[in-house]
């Protein structure tokens, strides 16, 4: 059933990019869907925290389209189809997983992560584990692959009290180039101190691109509350003192919480 329903989906997406399809999906190119395809991947993540199922359907459905999408325009292209692309990620995982389609056996999780990126390596004939890490990637979501490429070959702290004191040494750090005025050394040890929170992120297992994101969205509603607050009184939020505003954000706070 769900071969029959992707097939139609296929077809639906040829017709749309056809002689006689729609104007704007003929005019898009891998490029220009690139936006999109990140909109929907932090779609389907607020979703998936918002435990909205409902949402979760139809935001998978749409991150799909966009595979689906892509690889219509390759295929337009002479690149490859969607069938190339199953077939390869199908391919993949049966060689990336010996231990399930094979006769390899891996102790543990961590075994078989470092199993899949040895492989990787040897693969894409690349030279550093690290290779395989987008250097378009989000700067925190980035500084958190890479840290977790390096413990995967024993590269890392041992406890997490570690990470807190490499914190407070980055925060004792990024004061004095504070208080020396130095904007690239503040730049440099505001970068440090980022790093080192990533660091204390993932040791206790906390992606930190999506607690950020969290943040924000959160941010994002307290804010509106207080504007909602301004535009009830008919002045320009502006006007208001910053106690005044204040006040309204911890009423939000308050009202989440009930």
């Known amino acids: 059933m769900a071969g029959k329903e992707f097939e139609r989906l296929v077809s ?15 005019k898009q190119t891998l490029d220009s869907l690139v936006s999109y395809l990140l909109e929907e ?18 935001e998978l459905g749409d991150l799909l389209l966009q595979v689906v999408f892509q690889a ?9 189809d969607i069938e190339d692309v199953i077939k390869g990620i199908n391919e993949k995982l049966i060689r990336r997983h010996p231990h399930v389609f094979g006769d390899k056996s891996f102790k543990d999780s961590d ?31 980035r500084a958190y692959e890479l840290q977790e490429r390096a413990r995967r070959v024993g590269f890392d702290w041992e406890k997490t009290e570690e990470v807190m004191q490499k914190i407070e040494e980055e925060w004792r750090e990024f004061k004095e180039a504070y208080s020396e005025g130095d904007r690239d050394k503040m730049e440099e040890e505001l970068g440090d101190l980022l790093f080192a929170i990533v660091n204390l992120a993932r040791f206790i297992g906390v992606n930190p691109e999506i607690a950020l994101h969290s943040i924000n969205e959160k941010f994002r509603r307290r804010f509106l509350y207080i504007e909602n607050k301004a535009r009830e009184k008919n002045r320009p939020l502006s006007s208001f003192t910053l106690e005044e505003m204040e006040s309204w954000w911890e009423e939000a706070k308050r009202r989440e919480v009930l």
């Open 12 to 26: 639906i997406m040829e017709k749309l990019r056809g002689e006689n399809g729609c104007p704007w999906d003929r």
């Open 41 to 58: 991947t932090y779609e389907v993540v607020d979703a998936i925290k918002n435990k909205d199922y409902a949402s979760l359907k139809e």
């Open 72 to 80: 219509q325009i390759a295929k337009e292209k002479g690149l490859f």
């Open 111 to 141: 075994e078989v992560l470092l199993n899949w990126e040895t492989m990787k390596k040897e693969e894409k004939k690349k030279t550093s584990i690290l290779d395989g890490v987008p250097s378009h990637l989000p700067a925190l979501l």
